[in-house]
Nanobody
Framework: QLQLVEFGGGLVQPGGSLRLSCAASGFTLDYYAIGWFRQAPGKEREGVSCISRSGGSRNYANFVKGRFTIFRDNAKNTVYLQMNSLKPEDTAVYYC??????????????????WGKGTLVTVSS
């Protein structure tokens, strides 16, 4: 069974940090570009960050630039999202998704093939 599972969500105070993990089972992430998305209550899902197969290409939404870092460990079949300086407006369910690609440098937030079920991040004092 092919699945992505997110870990690491929780309650954190403003200014705090969390690290989200996205682990794959049933397939290897070596051939997939990975994206992180989020959906806040009452809002549409939005792309947060993406990383290419090799990790050499990364992109971030403007609202997280300088605060979030995406990285991957293909040996552990896991992608991470380090979130620092969290703000209440970062509160959302965070999802990871994988897109199969033969292009090493592709970093994309569309046409994703697999999705995780999400992990809730709540930023509140």
């Amino acid at each position: 069974q092919l699945q992505l599972v997110e870990f690491g969500g929780g309650l954190v105070q403003p200014g705090g940090s969390l690290r989200l993990s996205c682990a794959a089972s049933g397939f290897t992430l070596d051939y997939y570009a990975i994206g992180w998305f989020r959906q806040a209550p009452g809002k549409e899902r939005e792309g947060v960050s993406c990383i290419s197969r090799s990790g050499g290409s990364r992109n971030y939404a403007n609202f997280v630039k300088g605060r979030f870092t995406i990285f991957r460990d293909n040996a552990k079949n896991t992608v991470y999202l380090q979130m620092n300086s969290l703000k209440p407006e970062d509160t959302a369910v965070y999802y990871c998704a994988a897109r199969y690609t033969t292009t090493q440098g592709l970093c994309a937030l569309n046409r994703m093939d697999y999705w995780g079920k999400g992990t809730l991040v709540t930023v509140s004092s």
